[in-house]
């Protein structure tokens, strides 16, 4: 069974940056990977994806000051987020780009102004 692991979340003040980290029990191999976010009592939506080519694309409201980069070697996905602000706040999950394998525990960032 595929096993993602997040981290690197935390409480951080407005205009503060945070990285997260994904890694996966398996090779990410072919795979589109993306990044996630659920806000208190809200739906789980896409943040950032990246092909295994390398392609990125972004919700509008991270685009510029969010990065999602992989190293496929270690299997591991990233999220850099700059600029934060309070509306970035919730848990942060990886996952593939159709959310292919089982969620993990996520990453909780929490924004405070």
């Known amino acids: 069974q595929v096993q993602l692991v997040e981290s690197g979340g935390g409480l951080v003040q407005a205009g503060g940056s945070l990285r997260l980290s994904c890694v996966a029990s398996?090779?990410?191999?072919?795979?589109?990977m993306a990044w996630y976010r659920q806000a208190p009592g809200k739906q789980r939506d896409l943040v950032a994806t990246?092909?295994?080519?390398?392609?990125?694309n972004y919700a509008a409201s991270v685009e510029g000051r969010f990065t999602i980069s992989r190293d496929d070697a270690r299997s591991t996905v990233y999220l850099q987020m700059n600029s934060l602000n309070p509306d970035d706040t919730g848990i942060y999950y990886c996952?593939?780009?159709?959310?292919?394998?089982?969620w993990g525990q996520g990453a909780q960032v929490t924004v405070s102004s």
């Open positions: 398996v090779s990410l191999y072919t795979w589109t």
């Open positions: 996952n593939t780009r159709h959310g292919a394998w089982p």
């Open positions: 990246i092909s295994f080519s390398g392609n990125r």
